[in-house]
């Protein structure tokens, strides 16, 4: 059974970090691109970042760029989410997914997701 399982979230001050992981277990993600996403109460679902397997290039959504960085250790089958300098408005649920393409993985139509961890950002 392939999982995608999430930790690290909790509650952080504004101008605080946190680091999110995701342990990925069933199947060998290291040819899959993999990211993350946030949903906050009332709002659609948000991709954050994603990672290639390959060369390890990023991608970020603009409103995390030079706070949050992603990063992936394939010995590990995991994926992480570096975020510093946290705001009130990063507060959210945070998924870790992966999928085949890279296209796929950032449209939010992932194959797989976790199920969520919850960061909290206090002002």
């Known amino acids: 059974q392939v999982q995608l399982v999430e930790s690290g979230g909790g509650l952080v001050q504004a101008g605080g970090s946190l680091r999110l992981s995701c342990a990925a277990s069933?199947?060998?993600?290291?040819?899959?691109?993999m990211g993350w996403f946030r949903q906050a109460p009332g709002k659609e679902r948000e991709f954050v970042a994603a990672?290639?397997?390959?060369?390890?290039?990023?991608y970020s959504a603009d409103s995390v760029k030079g706070r949050f960085t992603i990063s992936r250790d394939n010995a590990k089958n995991a994926v992480y989410l570096q975020m510093n300098s946290l705001k009130p408005e990063d507060a959210a649920v945070y998924y870790c997914?992966?999928?085949?393409?890279?296209?796929?993985?950032?449209?939010?139509?992932?194959?797989?997701w976790g199920q969520g961890t919850q960061v909290t950002v206090s002002s």
């Open positions: 069933g199947r060998s993600f290291s040819r899959y691109p």
């Open positions: 997914a992966a999928a085949a393409r890279l296209g796929t993985l950032t449209s939010g139509a992932a194959d797989y």
């Open positions: 990672i290639r397997w390959i060369g390890e290039s990023t």
